[in-house]
């Protein structure tokens, strides 16, 4: 494991603190994010000359901190306005979707997505679709936000504990407009027990880890703990090794 990837407290509390301002400074949450990410990969293997997929990668955030590890580095996204959100799209770009990659089979030597498969309507089929595609021997990455978390519905939370539609209406009556997130059109319900149950069944690669993405090693045994593990883990995190 690289000696600056740890997470213990202090990473948890700098994650959040850098949270909090996704809103208002999204380049500096996901500048972080993207930074934290790459070395939480690296402890797995390295990336130099390595060719990343980063499905559902946006604007391209994440660009700087993978090519400064040796990576090339391609993202995809579904939505053309999502993708040149903050400047022009990433050179390479591919506009595509992630539960139908355009891609061949074993063609990429690792698979990324962050925060994207609570956003997608069949997200188990989008994590075979990132398994498919990576070599044999590739890492594939897959995080999500859980919808009991506190966070689940996104800028309409925590009100979505009473219900995803509930939140979207009375987020609309409050501010005049939707939410970026609808409940059933580009937010949806998935919890830490479909992630884990995906890990289990699926036969293409080895789980190298299934972990609380923003928390410290010593709070992972929530997700021993059924209900518990859906409330507090925020985010899940899945890693794999293509068989």
Same mark, same amino acid.
């Given at each position: 494991?690289?000696? /600056?990837?740890?997470?213990?407290?202090?990473?948890?509390?700098?994650?959040? &603190?850098?949270? &909090?301002?996704?809103? =208002? /400074?999204?380049?500096?949450?996901?500048?972080?994010?993207? +930074?934290?990410?790459? !070395?939480?990969?690296?402890?797995?293997?390295?990336?130099?000359?390595? !060719?990343?997929l /980063?499905? #559902?990668?946006?604007?391209?955030y994440?660009?700087?901190a993978?090519?400064?590890?040796?990576?090339?580095?391609?993202?995809?996204?579904? /939505?053309? #306005?999502?993708?040149?959100?903050? =400047?022009?799209? +990433?050179?390479?770009?591919?506009?595509?979707? #992630?539960? +139908?990659?355009?891609f &061949?089979d074993?063609?990429?030597?690792?698979?990324?997505?962050?925060?994207?498969?609570?956003?997608?309507?069949r997200? $188990?089929?989008?994590?075979?679709?990132?398994? !498919?595609?990576?070599?044999?021997?590739?890492?594939?990455?897959?995080?999500y936000?859980?919808?009991?978390?506190?966070?689940?519905?996104?800028?309409?939370?925590?009100?979505?504990?009473?219900?995803?539609?509930?939140?979207?209406r009375?987020?609309?009556?409050k501010?005049?407009?939707?939410?970026?997130?609808v409940?059933?059109?580009? %937010?949806?319900?998935? =919890?830490?027990?479909?992630?884990?149950?995906?890990?289990?069944?699926?036969?293409?690669?080895?789980? %190298?880890?299934?972990?609380?993405?923003? %928390?410290?090693? $010593?709070? $992972?045994?929530?997700?021993?703990?059924?209900?518990?593990? +859906?409330?507090v =883990?925020?985010? %899940?995190?899945?890693?794999?090794r293509?068989?």
């Amino acid at each position: 494991m690289p000696d /600056d990837f740890s997470p213990d407290l202090a990473r948890s509390v700098r994650l959040f &603190r850098a949270f &909090r301002v996704e809103q =208002t /400074d999204p380049a500096h949450f996901y500048g972080t994010l993207a +930074e934290d990410s790459v !070395r939480q990969l690296s402890s797995y293997g390295s990336l130099e000359g390595a !060719r990343v997929l /980063d499905v #559902g990668g946006g604007p391209g955030y994440f660009a700087r901190a993978f090519r400064a590890a040796g990576a090339t580095y391609t993202p995809l996204d579904a /939505d053309l #306005g999502e993708l040149s959100a903050a =400047t022009e799209p +990433e050179p390479g770009t591919v506009l595509g979707s #992630g539960m +139908e990659l355009p891609f &061949r089979d074993d063609s990429l030597d690792v698979t990324y997505s962050s925060n994207v498969l609570e956003h997608v309507p069949r997200p $188990w089929q989008m994590a075979d679709e990132m398994v !498919r595609v990576t070599k044999p021997g590739g890492l594939v990455f897959i995080s999500y936000t859980l919808w009991f978390g506190p966070w689940g519905g996104h800028e309409t939370a925590p009100w979505h504990f009473l219900g995803g539609r509930y939140a979207a209406r009375r987020y609309e009556r409050k501010h005049g407009h939707p939410p970026k997130n609808v409940y059933g059109e580009s %937010l949806f319900a998935v =919890t830490a027990a479909g992630g884990l149950r995906w890990a289990e069944q699926q036969t293409a690669a080895d789980v %190298l880890g299934v972990v609380p993405r923003y %928390l410290p090693r $010593w709070s $992972w045994w929530v997700l021993r703990v059924p209900v518990l593990r +859906e409330l507090v =883990t925020w985010n %899940l995190a899945v890693v794999l090794r293509k068989r």
